[in-house]
């Protein structure tokens, strides 16, 4: 696969990724995702949207994720749309730099 | 026949998955050529609809507050003394009063919106008097309620405009400050 990089708009992540962050994709691999990861994801309200934040935590391969935004306004995550199954899981999100 | 392990083929088929999706998203790869990877578009955005917030409510309710401010300290006692001059200046004057206390209201719930909900932790670094600016709208908004204070009314009003500004600056735009009175 050619490689894919991420690029975020918004500042769900902020303070640890702003606005214009990029990443670089990678698919899951064995035991992944973990709990911390930052993951791209379809959100599951909006098919044509896809998302990027952190994992909170998992159970029972539903994931739970975050923005890294304290503000409780700042991000659109499993706080409004719930847990999401780990197959809607894209790939992982690792920071180029 | 070999088999590869469940958790195997799990991250195989995802593989696959990402694949078939960034090929929808970029339907021509010929033309990302120059550049060495493909680069998609994410979304990191916030709970609500990040464009539906505007000071202009609050700029409008604290209008409505000076206004009113301004008309009770021009409405002149009656010259003439009587049971229906007292009545109708008592019910103007009432009718401003209340007006000023429900729009002095408004305005601060229009505030603190802004401050709570629209701005968020990012935004001190390039507004560090943020918080000071909102606290003292909405102490102002407490006075003009209980005082007919021509002085505090304005205060608000500039209080109110310095918002608008700090506002679209976040947003990133040039808005003029204009009022409806």
């Given at each position: 696969m050619?490689a894919?990089?991420?690029?975020?708009?918004?500042?769900s992540?902020?303070?640890t990724?702003?606005?214009?962050t990029?990443?670089?994709l990678?698919?899951?691999?064995?035991?992944?995702p973990?709990?911390?990861?930052?993951?791209?994801?379809?959100?599951?309200?909006?098919?044509?949207?896809?998302?990027?934040?952190?994992?909170?935590?998992?159970e029972?391969?539903?994931?739970?994720?975050?923005?890294?935004?304290?503000?409780?306004?700042?991000?659109?995550?499993?706080?409004n749309?719930?847990?999401?199954?780990?197959?809607?899981?894209?790939g992982?999100?690792?920071?180029?730099? | 026949?070999?088999?590869?392990?469940?958790?195997?083929?799990?991250?195989?088929?995802?593989?696959?998955?990402?694949?078939?999706?960034?090929?929808?998203?970029?339907?021509?790869?010929?033309?990302?050529?120059?550049?060495?990877?493909?680069?998609?578009?994410?979304?990191?955005?916030?709970?609500?609809?990040?464009?539906?917030?505007?000071?202009?409510?609050?700029?409008?309710?604290g209008?409505?507050?000076?206004?009113?401010?301004k008309?009770?300290?021009?409405?002149?006692?009656?010259?003439?003394f009587?049971?229906?001059?007292?009545?109708?200046?008592?019910?103007?004057?009432s009718?401003?009063?209340?007006?000023?206390e429900?729009?002095?209201?408004?305005c601060?719930?229009?505030?603190l919106v802004?401050?709570?909900?629209?701005?968020?932790?990012?935004?001190?670094?390039?507004?560090?008097?943020?918080?000071?600016?909102?606290?003292?709208?909405?102490?102002?908004?407490?006075?003009c309620?209980?005082?007919?204070?021509?002085q505090h009314?304005?205060?608000?009003?500039?209080?109110?405009?310095?918002?608008h500004?700090?506002?679209?600056?976040?947003?990133?735009?040039?808005?003029?400050?204009?009022?409806?009175?």
């Amino acid at each position: 696969m050619s490689a894919v990089r991420v690029r975020i708009s918004g500042d769900s992540m902020w303070p640890t990724f702003p606005d214009g962050t990029e990443f670089e994709l990678r698919p899951l691999v064995l035991n992944q995702p973990s709990i911390g990861d930052i993951v791209l994801v379809k959100h599951p309200f909006h098919s044509e949207l896809q998302i990027v934040k952190r994992i909170h935590s998992i159970e029972n391969e539903m994931v739970f994720l975050v923005g890294d935004n304290p503000d409780p306004m700042a991000s659109d995550d499993s706080h409004n749309f719930g847990k999401i199954h780990r197959e809607q899981i894209l790939g992982i999100c690792i920071p180029t730099e | 026949m070999h088999f590869l392990p469940f958790e195997e083929r799990q991250a195989q088929r995802l593989s696959f998955e990402l694949q078939a999706h960034i090929d929808r998203l970029v339907p021509n790869p010929n033309a990302m050529e120059e550049i060495p990877y493909t680069l998609i578009e994410a979304s990191a955005h916030c709970d609500g609809p990040c464009g539906v917030y505007d000071p202009a409510s609050a700029r409008i309710a604290g209008e409505a507050v000076q206004s009113m401010t301004k008309k009770m300290l021009a409405l002149e006692y009656p010259q003439v003394f009587s049971s229906e001059s007292m009545a109708t200046y008592m019910n103007t004057m009432s009718r401003y009063a209340a007006i000023k206390e429900e729009e002095a209201q408004k305005c601060k719930h229009e505030l603190l919106v802004l401050w709570t909900d629209f701005f968020k932790p990012m935004h001190l670094e390039t507004l560090p008097e943020l918080h000071e600016t909102f606290w003292n709208a909405a102490k102002l908004c407490s006075a003009c309620k209980v005082e007919v204070s021509a002085q505090h009314a304005q205060e608000l009003m500039d209080a109110i405009e310095e918002i608008h500004n700090m506002f679209w600056s976040v947003k990133g735009r040039e808005v003029p400050w204009i009022r409806a009175s």
